[in-house]
């Protein structure tokens, strides 16, 4: 029997889900925690995929660990909680190239790429996704740059350690960006207040003035009441005809 799950590395909590599944086989789910737990120990504050291989005849169980996800991964390097969320209007961090060529190397076994560049333009990819700048630049600006052989000597010699005056720097840069979409965001959303105001406005006085002119017509009607009718001009009266 397979069982395939998504944990917290070092984390894992009893849920129904796995109750459901190993107490009709006879199974602890507390001793598949604890044994899921000290598995994925190293990889704490991230999700990590987990298998179970259990054998329903022996109960024995064997947990198999793999590498988390590399949105994961990048994460962890950038010391993030998520993503930006909103890729083409801010973004979430500033990565060294020696970053995403560390998290490459950590994924290289388990993806299907050729060669170390290739797994470094796979790891940019995520990038887009997440929100995420590397060396200053926007993902896509930076694989274009992987392509011209900028960053061939750090890939080769798979270079994954960031000096902290880089780092610096990059924060720096970062903490620039972080300010500048901050302020643009309070303006769209100061625009978007304005919008809303005036467009509850302009609802307000439509129907008062709606009002004011149905008023008018009954006025009008009644003035129009009060006239007296002018009299129709007498024709004179025909006298009578003389006897003979």
């Known amino acids: ?28 789910p507390n001793m598949v925690i ?22 329903v005849g022996t109960k024995a ?22 993503g930006s969320g909103l890729q083409k209007k801010s973004y979430a961090g500033n990565a060294s190239i020696e970053q995403i060529i560390s998290v490459a190397k950590t994924k290289f076994p388990n993806m299907l790429c050729k060669d170390m560049k290739a797994a470094v333009k796979s790891v940019i990819g995520t990038c887009v996704s997440l929100g995420i700048l590397v060396e200053n630049k926007s993902a896509v600006d930076l694989e274009e740059d992987i392509n ?13 350690e960031t000096s902290e ?3 610096k720097a990059l924060k720096t840069f970062f903490d620039e960006v972080k300010s500048k979409q901050e302020q643009k965001i309070k303006q769209e959303q100061a625009a978007e207040e304005a919008k809303k105001a005036e467009a509850a406005a302009a ?26 009718a002018t009299p129709a001009a007498a024709k004179p009266a025909t006298p009578p005809a003389k006897k003979k």
């Open 148 to 160: 011209k052989g900028i960053y061939d000597k750090e890939i080769k010699s798979e270079k994954s």
């Open 1 to 28: 029997m397979i069982i395939k799950l998504l944990v917290e590395g070092g984390e894992m909590k009893p849920g129904p889900t796995l109750a459901q599944k190993l107490g009709p086989i006879g199974i602890n």
């Open 61 to 82: 169980i064997e947990v198999k660990v793999f590498s988390p996800p590399v949105s994961e991964l990048i994460k962890r390097e950038l010391g993030l909680d998520k």
């Open 203 to 228: 609802a307000a006085a439509t129907p008062a003035a709606t009002t004011t002119a149905t008023a008018a017509v009954p006025a009008a009607t009644a003035g129009a009441a009060k006239t007296p």
């Open 165 to 167: 005056e880089k780092k």
């Open 34 to 55: 604890t044994k899921v737990n000290d598995a994925t120990k190293n990889f704490k504050g991230l999700k990590v995929p987990v298998e179970l291989d259990i054998d």
